[in-house]
């Protein structure tokens, strides 16, 4: 039974950081993409930054390529999504989710999700 818990939402004003993280168990495969989505308040959920488990490869949405960078922390099992330069834009609930081989950033290729964190930037 895969779990993924995310925690490092918050309020931040423009311009400024947050590291959001991302706890998974439960999986028992070498191999793996785990990824950061977002989704605002009547708008489709969309894919932010992914990391590929099994060499770290790592991916990101045009929108916040240079801003935002995802890590991993292996022997926790861990994904980091460090967050600079903050935009309004950037406000939503934020997700963690985990799908077997290779990533994408689009949502509906991942069965494995969290409950998500709330980031507002205002």
């Known amino acids: 039974h895969v779990q993924l818990v995310e925690s490092g939402g918050g309020l931040v004003q423009p311009g400024g950081s947050l590291r959001l993280s991302c706890a998974a168990s439960?999986?028992?495969?070498?191999?793996?993409?785990l990824g950061w989505f977002r989704q605002a308040p009547g708008k489709e959920r969309e894919g932010v930054a992914a990391?590929?488990?099994?060499?770290?490869?790592?991916y990101y949405a045009d929108s916040v390529k240079g801003r935002f960078t995802i890590s991993q922390n292996n022997a926790r099992n861990t994904v980091y999504l460090q967050m600079n330069s903050l935009k309004p834009d950037d406000t939503g609930t934020y997700y963690c989710a985990l799908r077997r081989g290779v990533c994408y950033l689009r949502h509906y290729w991942y069965k494995n999700w969290g409950q998500g964190t709330q980031v507002t930037v205002s």
């Open positions: 439960g999986y028992t495969g070498s191999t793996y993409c």
């Open positions: 990391i590929y488990r099994g060499g770290g490869g790592t």
